[in-house]
């Protein structure tokens, strides 16, 4: 499975951006899908996941309020709508799906948030 992310850019404090995360190839056997983010200097974190059965989500505390995971099953994608950004969501976010194969991580996308 193929993971094209995108939809980064640079916004201002308390604004808003949303990501998108495109799974092509076996799309079919995923069943997990999720955002990671790492900014300069630190270690990747977990940010938001989606689990294709129930539809369950699951999200960091930092983002929790702020963050909304969904899906368009049609067209294998998953979104981050990121509202009330935060200096301190500055960094490169990276989508990451699950399914029968493993595991598959697509390119990052940079998230700038001004302060």
């Known amino acids: 499975v193929q993971l094209q992310a995108y939809g980064g850019g640079l916004v201002q404090a308390g604004g808003s951006l949303r990501l998108s995360c495109t799974a092509s190839?076996?799309?079919?056997?995923?069943?997990?899908m999720a955002w990671f983010r790492q900014a300069p200097g630190k270690e990747r974190e977990f940010v938001a996941a989606?689990?294709?059965?129930?539809?369950?989500?699951q999200y960091a505390d930092s983002v929790n309020g702020r963050f909304t995971i969904s899906r368009n099953n049609a067209k294998n994608t998953v979104y981050l709508q990121m509202n009330n950004l935060k200096p301190e969501d500055t960094a490169v976010y990276y989508c990451?799906?699950?399914?029968?194969?493993?595991?598959?991580w697509g390119q990052g996308t940079l998230v700038t948030v001004s302060s």
């Open positions: 990451n799906a699950r399914g029968g194969w493993g595991s598959s």
């Open positions: 190839g076996r799309a079919l056997s995923v069943y997990h």
């Open positions: 989606f689990r294709w059965s129930g539809g369950s989500t």
